[in-house]
């Protein structure tokens, strides 16, 4: 039957008996499900075209509409902690076609939602895919439609959403959504997800819970800030210019100020130093512009190897004197942390440095650095780059994240499934060809978030580290973070199973098929952890390891300490076929599903050991091991928060009498936000700003003392009792690292933007122990903003320190970091209009300020002036190349 003559009947019969109000609804629903239905018809199964078509057309926009959980938030899940986005879909043309869906990443997974045409699932990890229901009716021309979504934990930064939207549709090539892909602005250098919609609201966006006291901190409050700290004018160009970052131990500079010229260079006299022990130093004294050669005009610089085994490896001494200068040091290391001493006494530009003579050595014998090139990768020359500044500044230790769920970054010549499949992610459902495009990750395979490292460039890597006497520590993350080399080892099994291969399918292979568990990591995945039942699951650790090791050896740094990773291990195998037969037969004792984790590690710390390499993993997985079946030398990184009573793990370890290297996320998480800020980019889960200072403010050696400044990640006051575990008297930390994970972290200028310039209040942390420091107790204590251990004395003398720091890092060292191509960042500027006039202020002084009144030009600021538009204002990086965010100026008092 027609269908309008459908509806005109019923129209017609209900006339007859009298229309009411509601009658009339009921023929205009009738009638709109009749239209719904003619224009169903009309929809036609999705070409390459219409795909084509979507991915350029459809304009997407995201926006998070509270954090406040209501009662339909799953109250199972996160204690009911949910946040609620809409997601608009806007075409530019209209759409006809029908069975396509969007992939895309949500870090959060999605609980429920609410759509009349669209509907959400979560498939695995952060990927998600919306699909039609049958109600859909296709897009008019400029036509809204919207899907709201309920997802787990909170959302509090512009940084959050993921980019690259997917749209795909069966028989098609899947596409990225033009509208979700991120752009770079041309004045920061740092990246803008256009379809994410500006947080307005500081009580449904900004905060994570009713008890959330934390600020968000405008242009007024950091104006405030600013003024606070360096409104006592109290550093002097000199200090400035004999200002050596890293603090030595000892330092004495001339009476009266005197200099010593060295616009002519040096001269230089290696005496009994190796020319490959100070190359790279050298190099960068003549970045700096000062020649080093063999000009008998020029001021003699004279080396020396004085060996002393009371001193600690990289202990040396400098003198710099009217008649030249002289370096000496316990070891090649001592000199050449001597030459960057020298290195940091010069101004760019200037062509003198002060008469000093230095007595130093490191605090800490471990100062690292942590970089994740496996969730987004990160290139061979960022790395170079990185290991210049991180010898710049005397940190020894990078840790190289090569393995993690999202990626494998390392070749393994005889397993090239790893790179081949776990170094890309595009666009495979079956993963056969790569990863799933985690992360927001795209459909390019060949994008900058994916690669890996040859051997040829691994080893490039690690003879640039040993010019600069930094080892490199490999981590390839295991059992747990692990989905990447378990996926590449299937699709191995998969080739050879092709070819009857069987011995060789199976040779490697990570996963138990019949594993029937269901389990979600701490990222969601379902499928990220190797079987530790498996044999093939240490032959696969034996393989890779020697490998691993014969790079190593061949580029002239032995591999002597690998991180297993060892963490995040969430109830996986416990209906794995191969470990229930495991735990029912085995003779090493495990008579517990939960005790397999603890046993692989030991296990592969065994491994290792045989292999004459020492272990290291985190915290939370090395705790669970037994000692005594354990290698007498463990690195353990202790990465649990303070104000979660983190410090009572680490001195568990530290009385295990192992290594324990200070990973804090409080202070030491580089990819957190710099300030509480939602266009500041970074994760948050246990700082919401962590910026310069309050890594220059970190006392390593007395965790719990924070408790007396610090506020927990709601901005709260928190206790920290050590009565508890205290640590054994005599004990001490191996050092500490800082840490940049790189979840959403995708290009080299972003890592660069969240690590500089907080890695210079890393290296002054982790060479030098500050006189203001509170020692500690190792009676135990408990501290809280009632105690009083950090005296407003040891306050007023770190103000006054950090002062010397950020403005010699203004006057000094950014324009170190700027000849070395580093995107540090570059702060907010902090302003105000008071009485009709803009005050501005900036963290670092030295930085340019520039303002904006209204729609005119940007203008140099130099002191306040007078305003009667809108003010925005950005600081000015030393070069006049780069600009800071720009931020709009409050009006009002601060």
Known sequence: MNKNFLVLSVIATLSIVGCNEAVQNEVLQ??????????????????????????????????????????????????????????????????????WSIYFSQIAPIQSFESKEFEVKHINGDMHQIT??????????????????????????????????????????????????????TDTGLEILPHVIAFTDKEKQFKRSANDKTQWLNSAGLYKRND???????????????????????VIFDSNNAVVDISNGFNLML???????????????????????????ALPLKLAIESDENKAIGSYQL???????????????????????????????????????????????????????????????????????????????????????????????????????????????????????????????????????????????LQAATARHIQVIPSLDMPGHSRSSVKAMTARFNKFQQTEEELKAKQYLLDDFNDTTKYSSVQFYSDNTINVCLESSY???????????????????PLTRYHIGADETAGAWVDSPACKAFVANNDKGITDMKELGAYFIER?????????????????????????????????????????????????????????????????YFDFPYEADPKEHGYYWASRHTNTEKVFQFMPDNLPVHAEFWLDREGNPYEADDSKI????????????????????????????????????????????????????????????????????????????????????????????????????????????????????????????????GEGKWQLYQEPIAVKDKVKVRSVSVNGQRRSRTVDVITSKP
């Open 30 to 99: 009738v009638n709109e499900s009749v239209q719904e239905s003619e224009r169903l018809i009309a929809l036609h199964s999705a070409t390459q075209t219409d795909i084509d078509d979507i991915a350029k057309n459809l304009d997407v926009s995201y926006q998070v509409v509270t954090n406040v959980p209501s009662e339909k938030c799953d109250k199972e899940i996160a204690n009911g902690a949910c946040f609620e986005v809409e997601l608009t879909f806007k075409a530019q043309q209209g759409i006809d076609a029908k069975d």
């Open 132 to 185: 039609l229901q049958n109600s859909y009716s296709g897009f008019k021309k400029a036509e809204s439609k919207t899907l709201l979504f309920r997802a787990m934990f909170w959302s509090l930064s512009e940084s959050d959403p993921m980019p690259n939207y997917i749209v795909e549709a069966p028989n098609t090539k899947a596409q990225v959504i033009e509208s979700t892909k991120a752009v770079i602005d």
């Open 228 to 250: 606070a700290m360096f409104s006592a004018a109290d550093v002097s160009d000199t200090q400035v210019s004999q200002t050596i970052i890293p603090t030595p131990k000892e």
């Open 271 to 297: 005496g009994n130093v190796k020319q490959s022990d100070v190359d790279a130093a050298l190099s960068r004294l003549v970045l700096l512009s000062v020649n080093v050669g063999s000009d008998k005009q």
């Open 319 to 461: 003198s710099v004197t009217s008649t030249g200068v002289i370096v000496t040091g316990v070891d090649g290391n001592g000199v050449f942390n001597g030459l960057q001493s020298l290195a940091a006494l010069v101004e760019v530009g200037k062509g003198t440095i002060p008469i000093v003579e230095v007595v130093d050595e490191p605090h800490y014998s471990f100062r690292g650095m942590l970089v994740d090139v496996a969730r987004n990768f990160h290139s061979k020359a960022f790395i170079l780059n990185l290991l210049e500044q991180m010898a710049a500044y005397k940190l020894n230790k990078l840790h190289l994240h090569l393995g993690d769920d999202e990626g494998w970054r390392l070749e393994i010549p005889s397993l090239p499934e790893l790179t081949d499949i776990g170094s890309k992610r595009c666009f495979d459902t079956q993963e056969q060809t790569c990863l799933m495009p985690q992360l927001g990750a795209g459909v390019d395979p060949s994008s900058k978030v994916n690669g890996y490292y040859s051997v040829a460039d691994y080893q490039e890597i």
């Open 539 to 557: 032959d696969f650790v034996i393989e890779v390891m020697s490998q691993v090791k014969a790079m190593h050896a061949e580029a002239g740094q």
């Open 604 to 668: 592969v710390a065994g491994i290792l050991s045989d292999l004459d390499i020492e272990t290291a993993g985190w915290s939370d997985g090395m705790e669970h091991t037994r000692k005594e079946n354990m290698p007498a030398i463990v690195q353990a990184n202790a990465w649990d928060a303070l104000f979660w009573s983190g410090h009572d793990k680490v001195h568990t370890l530290v009385n295990r009498d192992w290594q324990v290297v200070v990973s804090s996320p409080d202070a030491l």
């Open 726 to 853: 205290p640590m054994k008297s005599g004990t001490s930390f191996l050092g500490v690292q800082g840490q940049l994970w790189s979840e959403n972290t995708r290009s080299d200028d972003m890592v660069e933007h969240k690590v500089f310039p907080r890695l210079l209040a890393l290296a002054e942390r982790a060479w030098h122990f500050a006189d203001w420091a509170v020692p500690y107790n190792y009676e135990g204590a408990k501290y809280s903003q009632q105690t009083r251990t950090f005296t407003q004395e040891k306050q007023q003398a770190r103000d006054k320190q950090w002062r010397l720091f950020a403005t010699t890092l203004g006057h000094k060292e950014f324009a170190k970091l700027e000849l070395a191509n580093i995107d540090y960042r570059l702060p907010t500027v902090g302003a105000i209009v008071k009485a009709g006039k803009l005050h501005a202020n900036v963290a670092f002084p030295g930085l340019a300020i520039e303002f904006q009144e």
